[in-house]
């Protein structure tokens, strides 16, 4: 597979360290809100790597953080701390507050049919870690105490700016929120790993260390969850181009200090979600979650699909009006997997060659686009529908558009759907005329339902039905 690495910023041809095996790390959110589906893109097109990776017989070990502390507003250690202010406007503790947005963001990755990770480990169980690798950082003279918190010293490494095309503009970071500088760093670019002295007074999770008692920076926390759970080596890290610098720049740094070697080979960045406005923010424009497209009607995976029919290295810009044409182009291609009888054969040389092409578009840098119009090339192939069907199941066990079970639904007969609802209205009537102490019509509701083989169940949990075997 040949894979774009922002480090070297070139395609390149995937080996990981261990033959077979890739071990991943995928950066988590900050659990203080919910997810925008621009967030979501990325976690999109990881998913779809992963797959692929796997569909590809790689082992692949998926680690992801889980960001519950330390995350300023600011990237460069900066601003408000995102937790505080979550818990701040919900008038909760930052516990409930990580709990209750790392279950909604978990609940969006189902409805898009993002598979969970291997491991997801929050920040807030790994302390003893940070505090092990910030002491070796120390005593190996790449980290320094200065007013009470710990520093990276990033004039200690021979590169510091491992993915270039970094400008002013990009360097400014730290001001660019118009925040005040740390005056405790020696160099622009070092970053906190601990902090003692805050300016949170209110800040309700902190830790005993050698330094004070505290809590970590945000970037030594994927450092030290991805050699926790993949070891020394990792094969691939993801995430959104947002964190390619400083985040992931600053990973690199601290790994490969602690390690004494090299980390990570492959750096796997997704490019923005824009809307008209530019690029898709929490704070500015509408607010797009998945629950907010599912209450304009829209089904989740039509939102996958949108991501999926564009690169992931090229910014995507969202608009209703788009997403209602991939709607329609959902809906016309499950149609066609739905006219599929299943009748004939699976002619496996014919599968091997429709698969064959399939691997061709993703094996070049995750051609996702490419690899959609292959299911197309499916339905217009010369073979039986038995083929189809069964070739279609294997390129959606990557892409995940449900197309095979969506298929099966939209073919149920509508009949029974309308017959459900035939049914449902009766009980609702019966519910209305018993509430009116109409036992008569109550009654006879019951005797027509009992006609239509149904039985109706009155209990403390409420009304249920079933057909009568
Ligand atoms: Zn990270």
Redesign the pocket.
Known sequence: MILYNSLGQTKQEFVPYTSGKVNMYT??PTVYHYAHIGNLRTYIMEDVLEKYLRFSGYDVNRVM?I?DVGHLSSDADTGEDKMLSGAKREHKTVLEIARFYTDAFFADCEKLNIKRPDVVEPATNCIDEFINMITVLIDKGYAYIAGGNVYFDTSKLETYYVFGNMNEEDLAVGVRDSVEEDENKRNKTDFVLWFTKSKFDSQELKWESPWGLGYPG??I??SCISNKHNGEYLDIHC?GID?AFP??TN?IAQSEAFLGHKWCKYWFHVLHLNDARGKMSKSKGDFLTVSLLESKGYDPLVYRMFCLQSHYRKPLTFSYESLDNTAKAYEKLVKRVAALDGEGEVESAKAEELIASFKEALDNDLNTSLGLTCVYDVLKADCSDATKLYVIGELDKVLSLDLVEAAKKASEPQADNELVKAIEALIAQRTEARANKDWAAADAIRDKLTAMNVAVKDSKDGISWEFIK
């Open positions: 950066c988590g953080n960001t945000w970037h926390e994927c995430g964190n985040h992931h990973e």
